[in-house]
């Protein structure tokens, strides 16, 4: 092939791929932008959140065991064991693997008894306590399934998702089981969510960087580039000249 083909061919590709990839390159541009002038505190909601005190150990405070072997069984294992606050009292969280997948139990710190979940009046208290702000509430939705890109995806169900009006203006997600807030999203949160979908091209569960369309932009984008450099060298006058040299 002569060099004249190879230098048409190469820009036909260049010029093709160029157009397709600038699309997805200006989106990338989009994205990174936005994460560059944003503060990835207050999109995950940490400028919201209240001081929760540390929970208080009652006198009588029972020892674990007088739960643990009564309320679960042989084929449960322990995740975790952690004395938490649930609106100012303690309690004991216990979350371990069954062969139904992980979850939670509440027990009064107190006297060992089981504590129920929270329902939804509680899951408001518990969203207001962890607020550093007063706000009204102006939806509150129970969850019980979420699909891939939800703004709760891949965080313990079912939820409560209770919504609040100015000045916070933001959703706060309570689990029933857990028995705590798990996260907080706000509008800016979600707008960080769907710049991170564009930059991962994980347009099904958004946090795949594995995923073979992001895989196949990348290798075209490099030979966007090397093409290029390549048209750059053919048919640049420097080195034309070292050539006549």
């Known amino acids: 092939m002569t060099k004249r083909k190879i230098i048409q061919y190469t820009r036909k ?3 093709y791929l160029g157009v397709v990839l600038g699309i997805q390159f200006l989106l990338w541009t989009l994205g990174g932008l936005y994460f560059s002038w944003t503060n ?15 929970p208080q150990s009652p006198k009588s405070m029972v ?3 007088v739960f643990l072997d009564s309320h679960f069984k042989s084929s449960d294992s322990l995740v975790s064991l952690e004395l938490i606050n649930i609106l100012d009292e303690p309690i004991y969280r216990v979350v371990y693997n069954s062969p139904l997948g992980k979850s939670a139990k509440l027990f009064h710190a107190s006297n060992g008894k089981p504590k129920a979940s929270l329902s939804e009046k509680e899951a408001i208290l518990v969203a207001m306590d962890g607020l550093n702000k007063p706000a009204g509430v102006t939806q509150v939705a129970y969850l019980t399934t979420t699909g891939k890109h939800h703004e709760y995806r891949g965080r313990p169900l079912p939820a409560y998702a209770i919504s609040f009006a100015e000045p916070v203006n933001t959703t706060v997600y309570v689990s029933k ?3 705590d807030i798990q996260t907080f999203r706000s509008n800016a949160w979600r707008a960080f969510d769907f710049f991170w ?9 958004r946090d795949n960087f594995n995923n073979y369309l992001l895989r196949g932009f990348a290798l075209f984008g490099l030979f966007t580039i090397l093409s290029g450099f390549s048209l ?7 080195f034309r000249k070292k050539r006549h040299k």
């Open 63 to 65: 020892s674990p065991n």
């Open 13 to 15: 590709w260049h010029r």
């Open 232 to 238: 750059y060298i053919f048919t640049s006058r420097i």
């Open 40 to 54: 990835i505190e207050e999109i995950r909601g940490e400028h919201l959140k209240g001081k929760l005190p540390f």
């Open 197 to 205: 979908m564009l930059h991962t091209m994980d347009y099904e569960g």
């Open 177 to 179: 089981e857990h028995g």
